[in-house]
C-alpha cells in the first residue's frame, strides 16, 4: 500500500500521522520548517484529546511531565468573584484538563511516531498538487514530487495545501491586540487557571512548568497590570498577535482533506486550538483507513462530518470572545455578575467546563 502524505508537522499533522500508523495505513509526514518549533502557542491538553492519545502513550506521557488544572479563580478588577472547581471523573473525564507546552506535546508524538519507524521528513515546501482518479501528486520545492492515494493538509493558518485546492478561508478578524508572555512569576496559584475580567480587557493566567506561568492579556499592559502581591521574575518568550475566526468552505476536495489551522482558526479562549484540530486527524484517520479499504465515499464523509462540529466551536469561540473582549455598562454587567450566577448554578458550569474540554459533542465517525 502506497503511503498517505501528510502535510505539515506540527501536532495535527503528527496525531494524524500515529492514528493512521497505529491503523495500520502507511505514511510520509513532511514539513516545510527545519526543526520543530521552540515556542509554543498552545498549552491546553483537553480530556479528549488525551483520550485519543491514549493507547499510544502519548497521554500518560502529557500526564506524567504537565501540570493538572484543578480549578478556576475568577475575578472582576482584582476582586475575587467565583472558585470554581471541576468534578472530571463525574463528567465523564478520564484525564483533567492538561497544561503542556505545545512544543512539549509534539515532542512525545514524535517520540511515539519513531517507535513506529516514522520520522517528519522536515525542510520539504510544497509548491503544488494535482488529482487523478487514481491519487494525488505533490511538488515540493526541491523539484521531488510525490504521489500518495490520499493527502491531509496540517499546514497551519497560512496552509500551502489550502491555497493549491483555491479552498477560500471566510471569516472575520478583531482589531484588540492580545499580549502573550512566559515569565517567572511568584504569586499565582500553581494548579489553577486565574482570570481577571475589566471593562474591555481580560487578563489570564495558567501555570506553564515549575516556576514559569502562561500570561496573556487584552486591553492592557503586560506585565504592569500584574495584580498587587504578583512579582515577575525573567521574561522567557513574549509575543503580541491579533485573533482571526475563519473556517474552510470545504474541509475536503477529491482525495485531499483540510484539519486543524488549515481548516479553522479562533481565538485562544476555550483552548480548542491544537485539540480541535487532533479530533480532525482522529477522524481523517478513520475515514483514510477505510477508503483504502474500498469504501471510496469517505473522504467527502470526512467534510460532511468534521465541518458542521468545526463550525459549532468556532462559532461558540467567536461569541465568547466577543463577550470577554467587549466593552459598555451591558457586557461589563454580565461580565461581573455571569461568574457567581454560575458558581450558584452547577450545571451551568459544566456545560460551560465540557466547551473547553472538547466534550461538548461527540466524535462521529459515521
Known sequence: MAPVL??????VGLAAALFLTRRGVPVRIVDAEAAPHATSRALAVSPRTLDLL??????????????????????????????????????GAAYPMT?????????????????????????????????????????????EVLSAPLLFGADGAHSAVRHALGVAFPGDGSPEIWRLMDAVVEGPPPDAGWIDLGPGSALVCLPYAGDVFRLFAFGRPLPDSLPEGWRLGAVRWRSDFKVSHRLADRLSVGRVALGGDAAHIHSPIGGRGMNLGIEDAWVFSACAADFLNGETDRIAAYGRLRRPADARVVRTIRALTRVVTGDGPVVDLAKRTA????????????????????????IRLR
Open 54 to 91: 491514549r493507547d499510544s502513550g502519548v497521554a500518560g506521557a502529557v500526564v506524567a511531565e504537565g501540570n493538572p488544572i484543578r480549578g478556576l479563580s475568577l475575578h472582576w478588577r482584582g476582586a475575587p468573584l467565583a472558585e470554581i472547581t471541576p468534578d472530571w471523573n463525574r463528567m
Open 339 to 362: 461568574p457567581p450566577v454560575l458558581a450558584r448554578f452547577p450545571w451551568l458550569v459544566e456545560r460551560a467546563l465540557r466547551t473547553g474540554m472538547g466534550l461538548d459533542h461527540p
Open 6 to 11: 501528510i502535510v505539515g508537522g506540527g501536532p
Open 99 to 143: 497544561i503542556l507546552p505545545q512544543a512539549r506535546t509534539e515532542a512525545h508524538m514524535i517520540a511515539a511516531l519513531a517507535g513506529l519507524g516514522v520520522a517528519v521528513e522536515r525542510g520539504r515546501v510544497l509548491t503544488g498538487l494535482e488529482q487523478a482518479a487514481d491519487g494525488v501528486r505533490a511538488a515540493f520545492e526541491d523539484g
